[in-house]
């Protein structure tokens, strides 16, 4: 059976930094998602524990059509407008009515794998996991990395208008609730960071 997962959530912090280690990832303006794949059975569970199968059927399917037997990841759907900035508010249509990808399955964490708990392993092992299994998939992408200097990367965020940025610790195993492993820098004025994880757990 495969085991049910408590999401890993970052400690915002007020700015930017670099340290030797820590990798840097666009902080997506999505809804958190675990995804389950338990042969063709995929559910894609949001943090309240509803399951938006139906509503994304696109990424449901692409996830179904992995070819490894059991599954959990960690990623956000996000809608890109453009430019490849995400865009939360057109989550809840399913088309909106301007240029934009559809729902994509934007995916950061492998916690589980054909049998065995990944949680325990660093991230560093998890990403070449996670980029291996979802290698060629439509709709399924890893989550874009910046810049290896944390800095530089923050530079990024604000050249491409991203939300921010979330720095991770590659040596950092996968373990539920608010961590320090995991820091993330949301651009000023961009949404206070409560009221961001306050919708989040609203989906």
Same mark, same amino acid.
């Given at each position: 059976?495969?085991?049910?997962?408590?999401?890993? @959530?970052?400690?915002? +912090?007020?700015?930017?930094?670099?340290?030797?280690?820590?990798?840097?990832?666009?902080?997506?303006?999505?809804?958190?998602?675990?995804?389950?794949?338990?042969?063709?059975?995929?559910?894609?569970?949001?943090?309240?524990? @509803?399951?938006?199968?139906?509503?994304?059927?696109?990424?449901?399917?692409?996830?179904?059509?992995?070819?490894?037997?059991?599954? +959990?990841?960690?990623?956000?759907?996000?809608?890109?407008?453009?430019?490849?900035?995400?865009?939360?508010?057109?989550?809840?249509?399913?088309?909106?009515?301007?240029?934009?990808?559809?729902?994509?399955?934007?995916?950061?964490?492998?916690?589980?794998?054909?049998?065995?708990?990944?949680?325990?392993?660093?991230?560093?092992?998890?990403?070449?996991?996670?980029?291996?299994?979802?290698?060629?998939?439509?709709? @399924?992408?890893?989550?874009?990395?910046? !810049?290896?200097?944390?800095?530089?990367?923050?530079?990024?965020?604000?050249?491409?208008?991203?939300?921010?940025?979330? !720095?991770?610790?590659q040596a950092s195993p996968y373990h539920g609730g608010v961590t320090r492993s995991w820091l993330t820098v949301t651009v000023p004025g961009w949404t206070d960071p409560e009221d961001g994880w306050a919708r989040v757990r609203l989906v």
């Amino acid at each position: 059976m495969i085991p049910e997962y408590a999401l890993m @959530i970052p400690t915002q +912090v007020p700015e930017p930094f670099h340290r030797d280690g820590w990798v840097y990832e666009e902080k997506v303006d999505g809804w958190r998602i675990l995804a389950y794949k338990d042969g063709a059975r995929v559910q894609l569970m949001s943090p309240t524990g @509803i399951d938006h199968a139906r509503r994304f059927p696109d990424v449901t399917a692409s996830i179904a059509a992995l070819s490894v037997p059991t599954l +959990v990841l960690d990623g956000e759907v996000a809608i890109f407008d453009e430019q490849l900035r995400s865009r939360f508010e057109w989550l809840p249509h399913a088309k909106p009515d301007v240029l934009a990808t559809p729902p994509i399955y934007m995916a950061f964490d492998a916690l589980y794998r054909a049998g065995e708990d990944l949680t325990d392993r660093p991230l560093e092992d998890r990403r070449v996991l996670l980029e291996y299994v979802i290698a060629g998939r439509d709709l @399924i992408i890893p989550a874009r990395r910046l !810049a290896r200097d944390g800095l530089a990367a923050w530079a990024q965020v604000l050249g491409k208008g991203y939300e921010g940025y979330v !720095a991770k610790d590659q040596a950092s195993p996968y373990h539920g609730g608010v961590t320090r492993s995991w820091l993330t820098v949301t651009v000023p004025g961009w949404t206070d960071p409560e009221d961001g994880w306050a919708r989040v757990r609203l989906v």
